[in-house]
C-alpha cells in the first residue's frame, strides 16, 4: 500500500498531508492519507531577501522539473521485467511461507524477519513505482488498468503467503519471544516491529478471514469506489466565465487564494462549490459512505472501543491523549481562531474595502504596501527553502538539494496529474520522491518545504530499515512542519518593515489556524458521519449538513445569522467536503495534523531558549523512525503530551503569541482600534 505523508488541505477547506511510503506489514496500520491543494499563502516576499524572490514569468509545466524513476529499475510501467520481478517475488513468498508457517517458536525468528522485510521490499518496489507512475497519468487508462491488475496480484500474493506472517508473531507466547531475544540479541533491532504486531492481537481475525479480505480487496469494498473518485476528481475543470479557459482544481485554488479581488474569490467559490455539486458529491457520498460503513463494521468486528480507537491504535497513542487533544482545541483554539479572523476581517474591511467578510476571504492575502505577490520561480522557491534549512541545519540543507538535484520531484500543476502535494518514503535506497502542484505562489513554497520536511525524516529515518523507518503518525508532521517554521521564520526575521512583519504573520497564523482548528474541524466531521453511519447509508444532502454542522461549531454561527462568528457568511461552502481525500483514504487521520503543529510549535520554543544540543536532538528524533512512540521520543525536549494541560499550554504559547504579536502590530500600523 502506498504511504505518503502531505500537507493538510489548508487551502480551501483544510490542508492537506499524507503518511508516506508504500508501507509494508502494519496491518491495519499501514495507511494512505492524501494530498490536497497546498495550504494558505505562508510567505511572502520582502525586500531582504529580493535577491531570491525576484519576480518571475511563470514557467510552463513543460520547463519545470519531472521526477525520474528510473532508480527503480524498471524501463516503463508495462515493461515485462515488472511481471518477472514480480513472480520472482511470489515464488520467494511461497517458500517463506513453506519455511516458517507454525514453526516460528522453533526456528530463528530473526532470519524470518528479515527474510520477510526483503520480500516485503520487492513488493513494494513495484507498488511505489506504478502509483507514483500513474499519479502523473491519471488520464491514462492503460496504465490504470496495469496498475488494477498487478495490484490484485501483489494482494493474492500477500493473502497466500505473508499474510499469517504478522498472525502469528502476535500469537506467540510471551515466554518463547524472551526465549527467542535471549538466543539472538540482535532480533531487539526489530522489536518495534514486533510490538507493533503485538499490540494489534487483540482485533485481529482468524487467518482465514485476514486472507480472504486481503486478496478481495481490490475487487471489492472500498478501495475501487475510492480510486474511482479520485479520478473523477483529478478530472475535474472549471471555467471563471463563459468565454474563459477551463482551468483544473489546483489552478482554481491557486487564483482565488492569491486574488487581492474579494468579488473574484467570491466567483471562485461559487464555481467550485457548484461544480461540486449533482453527480460529483453524489459519487463523494457513496464512497464516503461505503468507507464509513467498513470502518463500523470493522470496528465492531475487531473490538475497537470508539471510532477514533483503531486509528490511535496505529499512531501508537492512547485514546485519552487524542481526546485531550480534541478538548483543548475547543475550549482554547476555537477563541483564539475567533480572535485571529476578527482581526483580518478588520485588515481587509481597511485595505481591500471589505463589505463582508466571506469564507471565500478567509485565506485571502493581505495586502499591506511593500509586499509583492508576483510568481516566484522554481529556482528561486529551491533557493529560498535552502536558505531557510541552512539557518537551522546545513544537514537538512544538504538533503534536501540531494532531492532536487537528483531529480526526486515532480514540480508542475499538470492536467491528468494528481492534485496537492505529498513525499513518498518508498523503500530506503530508492526514495523519498515529492509530487508538487507547483503555480509560482508563495504558499508553493511553504508546500516545498514541507513536503522536503517529509523527504529528510524519510532519509534519516532509513537507517531502521524498512519494516521500522516509518514514524507513528503522530511524529509523522514533525519536519515537515518544523521545515515549515525555520523557513518562515528566517523570512520573518530579514522583514524590513512592520508591514511585511505583519503580513508573514498573518499568513502564518492562516497556517497554524488551517492545521489546528481546521483540521479538528475535520475530525469532528467524520464523527458525524460515521455515527449516522450506523443508521443506514449516508446521501450527499446529508453529508452537506454534517459537513455546515461542523463549519458552525468551530467557526460560530455566521453574523448574517446573528452569530459570533466573524465571518458574515458561509455561502457556497456546503459541498466542500467532497473533495477532501483524508475522509476516504485515512478515516480519523486529521488529528495528527493538529497534534503535529502544536508540538513542533512547541519544540520551536524549545529550540530558541534551549539551543545548544538541539540540532542533535530533533536529527535524533527523526533517526529514530518508528522505534520510538511520541512520549519516548518528545522526552528528550522536556515535552510531555500525556499531561491534561499540556495542549491548551501548547494553544496559548503557540498559536496565542503569534496572534498576540500580529494584534499589537496591527494595532501600531492603525489597522484595528
Not at 24 to 34: E, K, S, V
Not at 415 to 442: E, H, M, R, S, W
Not at 463 to 475: E, R, V
Not at 588 to 617: C, H
Request: proline share 4%.
Amino acid at each position: 500500500m502506498l504511504r505518503l505523508f502531505s500537507r493538510p488541505v489548508l487551502s480551501l477547506i483544510v490542508a492537506s498531508s499524507r503518511p508516506t511510503s508504500f508501507s509494508p506489514a502494519l496491518r491495519p496500520g499501514i495507511i494512505a492519507a492524501f494530498a490536497q491543494s497546498p495550504q494558505p499563502a505562508t510567505f511572502t516576499s520582502c525586500q531582504a531577501t529580493a535577491a531570491i524572490m525576484t519576480a518571475a514569468t511563470p514557467e510552463s509545466t513543460t520547463d519545470l522539473p519531472r521526477w525520474d524513476l528510473s532508480r527503480f529499475g524498471f524501463s516503463s510501467p508495462f515493461s515485462d521485467e515488472i511481471d518477472s520481478h514480480l513472480e520472482e517475488t511470489a515464488k520467494l513468498a511461497e517458500a517463506f511461507k513453506a519455511t516458517y508457517e507454525g514453526k516460528l517458536e522453533e526456528l530463528s525468528l530473526l532470519s524470518a524477519i528479515q527474510e520477510y522485510e526483503e520480500i516485503s521490499k520487492r513488493k513494494t518496489l513495484v507498488s511505489s513505482y506504478l502509483h507514483l507512475s500513474y499519479d502523473v497519468s491519471l488520464d491514462d487508462d492503460n496504465l490504470k488498468k496495469r496498475k488494477g491488475a498487478l495490484s490484485q496480484r501483489q494482494s493474492e500474493i500477500y493473502g497466500d503467503n505473508l499474510e499469517w506472517f504478522s498472525l502469528d508473531v502476535a500469537d506467540l507466547d510471551d515466554a518463547i519471544l524472551a526465549s527467542q531475544y535471549e538466543k539472538e540479541p540482535s532480533l531487539t533491532a526489530f522489536k518495534s516491529f514486533i510490538d507493533e504486531l503485538r499490540r494489534q492481537k487483540p482485533h485481529n481475525l482468524s487467518k482465514d478471514v485476514e486472507r480472504a479480505l486481503t486478496v478481495r480487496s481490490p475487487y471489492v469494498g472500498t478501495r475501487p469506489l475510492v480510486s474511482f473518485f479520485d479520478k473523477e476528481l483529478s478530472l475535474m475543470r472549471f471555467k471563471l466565465d463563459e468565454d474563459g479557459e477551463e482551468v483544473n482544481m489546483e489552478v482554481l485554488l491557486s487564483r482565488m487564494q492569491s486574488s487581492n479581488d474579494a468579488a473574484f474569490r467570491a466567483k471562485c467559490l461559487q464555481v467550485l462549490n457548484e461544480g461540486l455539486a449533482g453527480s460529483v458529491s453524489r459519487t463523494a457520498a457513496l464512497s464516503l459512505s461505503s468507507v464509513a460503513g467498513g470502518w463500523l463494521i470493522e470496528n465492531k468486528e475487531r473490538k475497537y472501543t470508539n471510532l477514533r480507537s483503531r486509528r490511535n491504535l496505529d499512531n501508537n497513542c492512547p485514546d485519552e491523549v487524542v481526546d485531550s487533544l480534541l478538548v483543548g482545541v475547543r475550549s482554547a483554539g476555537i477563541p483564539l481562531c475567533k480572535r485571529f479572523y476578527t482581526l483580518k476581517k478588520s485588515i481587509l474591511q481597511k485595505t481591500q474595502g471589505l463589505d463582508k467578510f466571506c469564507w471565500s476571504d478567509r485565506n485571502a492575502p493581505i495586502d499591506i504596501g511593500g509586499v509583492s505577490n508576483d510568481k516566484i520561480s522554481w529556482d528561486s522557491a529551491v533557493a529560498m527553502v535552502k536558505k531557510g534549512y541552512s539557518q537551522f541545519s546545513p544537514k537538512f540543507a544538504e538533503m534536501f538539494m540531494s532531492m532536487v538535484d537528483e531529480k526526486r520531484i515532480d514540480v508542475p500543476a499538470a492536467n491528468g496529474k494528481k492534485g496537492g502535494a505529498y513525499c513518498a518514503g518508498v523503500i530506503p535506497g530508492i526514495g523519498p520522491f515529492q509530487l508538487l502542484n507547483f503555480d509560482g505562489t508563495k504558499q508553493d513554497v511553504a508546500t516545498l518545504a514541507h513536503e522536503s520536511g517529509h523527504g529528510v525524516h524519510d532519509i534519516l529515518a532509513y537507517q531502521q530499515g524498512y519494516l521500522q523507518y516509518h514514524p507513528p503518525l503522530t511524529l509523522a508532521e514533525t519536519a515537515s512542519i518544523f521545515g515549515e517554521m525555520i523557513v518562515f521564520r528566517d523570512l520573518l526575521a530579514q522583514s524590513s518593515s512592520k508591514e511585511e512583519e505583519l503580513t508573514l504573520l498573518m499568513s502564518k497564523i492562516d497556517d497554524v489556524v488551517n492545521s489546528v482548528v481546521r483540521q479538528c474541524s475535520f475530525d469532528r466531521f467524520e464523527e458525524l458521519v460515521h455515527t449516522a453511519r450506523e443508521k443506514g447509508e449516508l446521501s450527499a444532502d446529508e453529508l452537506d449538513e454534517y459537513w455546515m454542522s461542523a463549519l458552525r461549531e468551530y467557526y460560530g454561527k455566521e453574523g448574517d445569522a446573528g452569530g459570533d462568528s466573524p465571518f458574515d457568511s458561509y455561502e457556497n461552502t456546503s459541498h466542500l467536503w467532497s473533495y477532501v481525500p483524508h475522509f476516504h483514504h485515512v478515516p480519523f487521520y486529521v488529528y495528527s495534523y493538529a497534534f503535529a503543529d502544536l508540538v513542533v510549535g512547541t519544540l520551536y520554543n524549545n529550540f530558541l531558549t534551549n539551543k545548544d544540543g538541539f540540532e542533535g536532538r530533533l536529527l535524533a528524533l527523526l533517526s529514530a523512525g518508528g522505534t520510538k512512540d511520541f512520549a519516548d521520543a518528545l522526552g528528550p525536549f522536556g515535552l510531555d503530551p500525556t499531561s491534561s494541560t499540556f495542549w491548551t499550554e501548547a494553544l496559548t504559547a503557540h498559536l496565542g503569541e503569534l496572534v498576540n504579536e500580529a494584534e499589537k502590530i496591527a494595532k501600531e500600523l492603525g489597522y484595528v482600534e
